[in-house]
């Protein structure tokens, strides 16, 4: 399956802890994008990478929240001191180019106790 | 903040009949996309319109897009039961990168 791939798909987690979510994109996509989506509502956009370099933040992603793709490949979202109010499906996507079509992963879904 | 807004929230209708969903935004957009999430597949792109269009189809699918009034309607026709699923409209600005989804309409297709 070349599609886009995260891990762990499920995570719950005591208020407090850190987590730590990876995203593997197409091969060939060298965009990269994280969503946050909670129960009934759309996804909502939370950060950009073009490569390597992160190129957007949304202020949804407050400063528990860091995001890498090191070598433009794989990029990891971390969540420090989680809250209750992280709980959300985490979702990654990737593309070829920007304007066009965004290829979602599974999702992360995110528990916080 | 959600861009779009779909309408209506839920739909139920048998196989066979024809779903119309409609989105309305508000700033000016690049391009309007149409996406689909069950719990099977995730979210899957169904169709793009771009800015200077006004009607795109693919398969089943009809999309028109009404930039004066910020709007959009998909038209799927002759549903099967495969097409339960929320669908949402996600409009991309100047941009270019971020999709800024609506809250999506929940499509129930009984046989």
């Known amino acids: 399956d070349t599609g886009v791939s995260q891990d762990p798909r499920h995570k719950i987690t005591k208020r407090g802890q850190n987590v730590t979510f990876r995203c593997d994109p197409i091969?060939?996509?060298?965009?990269l994008y994280w969503y946050r989506q909670t129960l009934g509502q759309g996804p909502e956009f939370l950060t950009y990478?073009?490569?390597?370099?992160?190129?957007?933040k949304s202020r949804l992603l407050s400063d528990r929240f860091s995001a890498e793709r090191p070598k433009g490949s794989f990029s990891t979202l971390e969540i420090q001191r989680t809250e209750q109010g992280d709980s959300a499906m985490y979702l990654c996507?990737?593309?070829?180019?920007?304007?066009?079509?965004?290829?979602f992963g599974p999702g992360t879904r995110l528990t916080v106790l | 903040s959600q861009q779009g807004e779909e309408d209506p929230q839920a739909l139920s209708i048998q196989e066979g009949e024809n779903a119309t969903m409609n989105c309305s935004y508000k700033?000016?957009?690049?391009?309007l996309q149409w996406y689909r999430q069950n719990s099977g597949r995730g979210l899957v792109h169904l169709i793009l319109?771009?800015?200077?269009?006004r009607e795109k189809h693919s398969g089943r699918l009809r999309v028109t897009l009404d930039t004066s009034k910020k709007s959009s309607s998909l038209l799927i026709t002759a549903s099967r039961a495969a097409d339960t699923a929320s669908y949402f409209c996600?409009?991309?600005?100047?941009?270019?990168?971020?999709?800024?989804f609506g809250k999506g309409t929940s499509l129930l297709v009984t046989p």
């Open positions: 996507a990737s593309s070829l180019v920007t304007y066009n079509e965004q290829f």
């Open positions: 091969s060939e996509h060298n965009r």
């Open positions: 990478f073009q490569n390597e370099a992160q190129l957007e």
């Open positions: 700033t000016s957009i690049n391009n």
């Open positions: 319109i771009r800015s200077n269009e």
């Open positions: 996600a409009t991309v600005g100047n941009s270019g990168y971020a999709l800024n």
